[in-house]
């Protein structure tokens, strides 16, 4: 077992290894107390992991209840949200108590966000249940919920008070969902760590704990400089600025992290167009992209992108922060007119 230890608005501890399930209420019982615990989780998860969770809490003394929704980012809308929040004050959880986001990034985003509001504040714990929360959604304490209009767009920021990946639970997942976790650890490989991309071209297999911790680690001491996303922290958004155009444009058929994958890529190719970047780097995130059957490209235009990506949270005015591999072999953040974006892709 590995654990990271996250200074920011609250400091707390990152554990990655396996069997930490079964240990998660003694655990959740250090880092949050409280008296009741709501178990936040998808119908995926909740047949699997549930019971060993609620049989964990209440060994450590919880009474314990369950909310459990529709997998799937539809599930991230404002109707989960207050069904969400009025299922907390009928069964009148006060702020001594905890919620627990079991499962991927769906549940540990609106779980955060419920966290966050009700009650001005309560604590919260993630369970990862999978590749990409354990080692990018469940770190750093942003939370959300999605609007017709765009991703992400209504939330807070709000630090968990301890996270918990369990790698054991990986092997449940279909392997889409492996893949999709597999396109943030290529974004962490790609922001300037040579070493993990070369990991990522080898048996990955038996590295799951190392490749998290390296990732957890990564994204821990960017939002220990930047915990509120005004600057150094946008790294961390490469690929998703067209990643969540294409989601839209599909009406989230498309999963997050395949189309994170094809935002990595198109960005990329739009670089080296523009001779910001060298083809040998575009070429290696093509080939490590293949390895886990992501997509390098997308069904959708351009000018279909362009109109959601204008709604894009990260915009400031008139202007946007793109994310932009160089030639140095790291990432940068470029701000550019939306005249200057659609310029950039053409």
Request: proline share 3%.
């Amino acid at each position: 077992m590995k654990t990271i230890e996250v200074r920011a608005s609250r400091n707390y501890s990152v554990l990655v290894g396996e069997g930490l399930l079964a240990e998660a209420g003694e655990r959740i019982r250090a880092a949050a107390g409280g008296v009741r615990a709501c178990i936040v989780t998808d119908d995926n998860v909740e047949p699997l992991y549930a019971k060993k969770v609620e049989d964990s809490l209440q060994g450590a003394g919880y009474q314990t209840i369950r909310f459990i929704i529709p997998h799937g980012e539809a599930s991230k809308s404002p109707e989960s949200y207050i069904s969400l929040l009025r299922y907390l004050a009928m069964n009148r959880l006060t702020r001594t108590d905890v919620l627990v986001a079991l499962g991927g990034g769906v549940v540990g985003d609106l779980t955060g966000f419920a966290a966050a509001t009700y009650l001005r504040g309560i604590p919260f714990v993630q369970l990862a249940t999978t590749v990409l929360a354990a080692v990018d959604s469940s770190v750093g304490g942003k939370t959300a919920i999605d609007l017709p209009e765009g991703k992400n767009l209504v939330g807070a920021f709000y630090q968990p008070h301890l996270v918990l990946c369990d790698t054991t639970t990986f092997a449940t997942l279909p392997k889409q969902t492996v893949q999709d976790g597999f396109a943030e650890i290529i974004k962490y490989g790609m922001l300037g760590n040579p070493e993990l991309l070369e990991m990522l071209q080898t048996d990955v297999r038996e590295r799951m704990e190392e490749i998290i911790s390296i990732c957890v680690q990564m994204k821990r001491d960017i939002v220990a400089e930047d915990e509120f996303d005004h600057g150094k922290r946008q790294l961390l958004n490469f690929g998703h600025t067209v990643g969540h155009a294409i989601e839209a444009l599909s009406g989230y058929q498309t999963s997050h992290g395949r189309a994170v994958a094809a935002g990595m890529c198109i960005v990329t190719q739009a670089a080296v167009r523009r001779g910001l970047c060298k083809e040998e780097t575009l070429a290696l995130l093509r080939e490590i992209c293949k390895k886990f059957e992501l997509p390098q490209t997308s069904a959708y235009t351009f000018s279909q992108m362009y109109a959601i990506m204008t709604t894009d949270k990260k915009r400031a005015g008139n202007r946007i922060h793109l994310i932009v591999p160089n030639d140095s072999g790291n990432c940068e953040i470029r701000a550019m007119d939306i005249e200057e974006l659609k310029s950039f892709f053409a």
